[in-house]
């Protein structure tokens, strides 16, 4: 069964390094999103990705964050300098459409520690 | 801003009970989600509610979307330890082009044999 895969799957770094978390989406689907989990606490919405470019995004999703699609199979998400509050699960997830049609289907998360 | 909020937060309960599980909103959804998610992994979802009023059934799983749109329901009959897990109502985000899902507060079960 297609799934969607992401590394690494846990992360430690410093504060103000620069974080990359890769995630490949199920391949014919056409939209793709991060999300997040702080422990404790619900999954946010960060980012929404269709077409080579942002669709929407939520105001967690500030410059210090950006997503790209380098080579049409890998969707990146990259924090330039973390903080200890980027501390989270960060989720990936892709759906063949949008609106209520559209599945979302969830990687396995990749877990952000920022000492 | 719209919230779901869902009770209750956590629930132990023995292998073969019933239990509910509710989704609540002032806002209106046109359509509701309920996903189950283990630890250390993602969401999966386990079915989708349109219709207001919509009942759906997933074998000792039965779902149920308010007449509104503006409420949801689980309820498991004579649950099992692998119905442990966290269990989660999401719905799309109001007027929204893209799958951005709000996520309700989960509800995390734990069934003991």
């Known amino acids: 069964e297609p799934e969607v895969t992401q590394t690494p799957s846990h992360q430690v770094t410093q504060m103000g390094q620069e974080v990359i978390l890769r995630c490949v989406p199920i391949?014919?689907?056409?939209?793709f999103y991060w999300y997040r989990q702080i422990l404790g606490q619900k999954v946010e919405f960060l980012v929404s990705?269709?077409?080579?470019?942002?669709?929407?995004k939520s105001e967690i999703f500030d410059d210090q964050f950006s997503v790209e699609r380098p080579d049409g199979s890998n969707f990146t998400l990259k924090i330039r300098s973390t903080k200890l509050e980027d501390s989270a699960m960060y989720f990936c997830?892709?759906?063949?459409?949008?609106?209520?049609?559209?599945?979302?289907?969830f990687g396995e998360g990749s877990r952000l520690t920022v000492l | 801003t719209q919230l779901l909020e869902q009770s209750p937060q956590f629930l132990s309960i023995q292998e073969g009970e019933n239990l509910t599980v509710y989704c609540n909103s002032s806002?209106?959804?046109?359509?509701l989600q309920w996903y189950r998610q283990e630890p250390g992994e993602g969401p999966v979802l386990l079915v989708t509610?349109?219709?207001?009023?919509e009942v759906k059934k997933l074998k000792r799983l039965t779902f149920q979307f308010g007449d509104a749109r503006k409420d949801s329901s689980l309820h498991i009959t004579a649950a099992q330890p692998g119905d442990t897990g966290l269990y989660l109502c999401?719905?799309?985000?109001?007027?929204?082009?893209?799958?951005?899902?709000?996520f309700g507060t989960g509800t995390l079960l734990a069934v003991q044999p």
């Open positions: 391949s014919n689907h056409l939209y």
């Open positions: 999401a719905g799309p985000n109001y007027g929204g082009a893209t799958n951005k899902l709000i």
């Open positions: 997830a892709s759906s063949e459409a949008a609106g209520s049609a559209g599945e979302l289907f």
């Open positions: 806002s209106v959804f046109s359509s």
């Open positions: 990705f269709y077409n080579n470019e942002i669709s929407e």
């Open positions: 509610v349109v219709t207001g009023g």
